[in-house]
């Protein structure tokens, strides 16, 4: 059998029973019942996900996918397409709001090139998973082949893997790719059936002109390539991208393993609904990071029933949201392992 | 001239010249202009707050300031009111959410008797300061006297300055006090002008019976002390609370000091209402730390033009919305302080 669907068979069942036993041991901890909020969802989730009545969050990673995208020919972006090589230079260097953010949190960031159009022989640093050298243009034909596409979630699934064997505690994931909300919009309205006009967005910052030509190119991807929805791997081969692949990857490898995962925003979501619709268990081992402020990014959270973290309207991507989020998932489990029971700090309990 | 007076008269402006300087660094920095969101208000608003180019978050400090309420003789909390100093001793031997979240913001906890009906003489690791044993009943009469508040207000005001003084750079409220989310939704009614059915919440979770009691309580002590809104210490002293005033004397300190300060959830915005009746310049050194799910928080907030920057259905006080949104802001000056720009990373700039 090959690596993708034999990792989807090995993804266990979240236990609820796991969830209500942590539950009941916030609820005795000298708080009123409920009083922390979506920290004690996370904190009974992490025990539910890891199946550890005492999880650990101590080692941390962000998964950061560089690619390109033929698309960006139609004029979809706002910047030049050699900004996502120099992009990736710039977080080997550690400048970029990615690097910055994965400090923070305590994580590591592994950068890996799955489909930039760049020549990276010999960078330090990188890890070259090429697949393809940025996908082809979407609105003339398949972005991907099918094969291509199943190779771009092999390297995430094999990833996830290695880091798990590693002893890494929790993934997030991230994105470089200039011109990849376009393709993430084609996956949301494809996947979803909402029309492109309604989850396409500005991207970095494009003006009216070249937001309508990025509507009309991802409604001419969807209407010329036909993918079928049900069929999440056509999806992402014909309308989607390689770093969008690698994501969905790092996400199912993740379910497989029993890692949290923390998706970042809407690019990685496109990944995160490639995963979902490939088996809907994936969702059980996600997090997600923050509400993007692109439009399509809450039609595909709502799709899966997610509900963000953060809320700061961040559009960056390379995973800073997920990054930060870390730093929340990483309090509510400190709230879980480290506060006083009623018992323990001698505090009288509720009167009614 | 009294404390607060003086204080009051210290309060600087905020240079908005700087906030666009640091803005303007924000945007050479290596991502699309404005793509991260509110990290970016954050950062900026640092610097005009503190009036450096550089600021430093590397000393935080919350405060948590303990009372008393006369008013719980109304059955208006689902806690016994011995809970207060309980809690009191909880935080001195760090087993509560205010010492696991500030651990986790790297934040040091000031715990201040205020107001607590208890004797703690002798007891380490806690400020004494103690205005009263607990407030008057306001159904009764009034909570306080004005002295008493001014005196509530001036403790704040010295622990502000004490801590500017050492070093500190950012500051969090926060409170303990059972039955106090009742004087803060009268304060937030008599400041609002918003009636008391709609800013009364379930506080620590009652049932229907003790929020009828609760709404009554407010209303009666609202009628019978009838304070005059445009006098915010006759409104902290007629239906307010002693932790209260010492929080809205942080607000003061860290305004005249030129400190950010992290107002936390319902209890902390009821004192930081006060500061900003007081001298509206001190909402310029507010950072409003969460959205409480108390229903009068998001109006005071309204009325203080103050957008929350965590929203996880909190509502436990003692400075844990604070201590966690501490760790948001501090994401964001590194990231003003740590990513490359445009120049240095050698990436190209928007081509449009």
């Given amino acids: 059998m090959d690596l993708l669907s034999a990792t989807l068979k090995r993804i266990p069942e979240v236990d609820p029973a796991l969830e209500r036993k942590a539950q009941a041991r916030i609820d005795n901890l000298t708080k009123p019942v409920g009083s922390l909020g979506r920290l004690e969802e996370i904190a009974r989730r992490l025990v539910a996900i890891t199946g550890s009545e005492t999880p650990s969050l101590e080692r941390k990673v962000v998964f950061t996918f560089a690619g390109d995208h033929g698309v960006t020919e139609e004029g979809v972006s706002a910047y030049p397409r050699e900004v996502t090589a120099q992009m990736v230079l710039n977080f080997?260097?550690?400048?970029?709001?990615?690097?910055?953010?994965?400090?923070?949190?305590?994580?590591?960031?592994?950068?890996?090139?799955?489909?930039?159009?760049?020549?990276?022989?010999?960078?330090?640093?990188?890890?070259?998973?090429k697949v393809v050298r940025g996908t082809r243009n979407f609105t003339k034909g398949p972005a991907m082949t099918r094969e291509e596409a199943v190779r771009c979630v092999e390297v995430g699934i094999r990833l996830a893997g290695e880091h798990a064997r590693a002893g890494?505690?929790?993934?997030?994931?991230?994105?470089?790719?200039?011109?990849?909300?376009?393709?993430?919009?084609?996956?949301?309205?494809?996947?979803?059936?909402?029309?492109?006009?309604?989850?396409?967005?500005?991207?970095t910052g494009i003006g009216d002109e070249a937001f309508a030509r990025k509507v009309l190119a991802i409604q001419r991807g969807i209407d010329l390539n036909a993918p079928d929805p049900r069929d999440p791997i056509a999806v992402l081969a014909k309308v989607g991208g390689a770093e969008i692949g690698g994501i969905a990857g790092i996400i199912i490898g993740a379910a497989a393993n029993r890692v949290p995962v923390v998706v970042d925003g809407f690019i990685s979501t496109a990944g995160a609904l490639v995963a979902e619709r490939l088996d809907s268990r994936t969702a059980d081992f996600m997090f997600a990071a923050h509400r993007s402020v692109e439009p399509g990014h809450a039609i595909m959270m709502e799709a899966m029933r997610l509900q963000p973290i953060l809320d700061l309207g961040m559009r960056l991507g390379e995973g800073t949201g997920a990054a930060l989020a870390m730093t929340i998932i990483e309090a509510s489990l400190k709230i879980y392992k480290e506060m006083a029971s009623f018992d323990q700090a001698g505090v009288s309990r509720k009167t009614d």
Wanted: hydrophobic content about 45%.
């Fill in 92 to 129: 080997l260097r550690g400048g970029a709001g990615i690097n910055v953010l994965a400090r923070h949190a305590g994580a590591e960031v592994v950068v890996i090139d799955i489909g930039v159009d760049h020549d990276f022989s010999g960078t330090s640093g990188l890890r070259i998973e």
């Fill in 168 to 203: 890494f505690h929790i993934f997030g994931t991230g994105d470089m790719g200039i011109g990849n909300t376009t393709p993430s919009a084609a996956i949301a309205a494809v996947m979803t059936g909402v029309p492109a006009t309604k989850v396409t967005g500005r991207g």
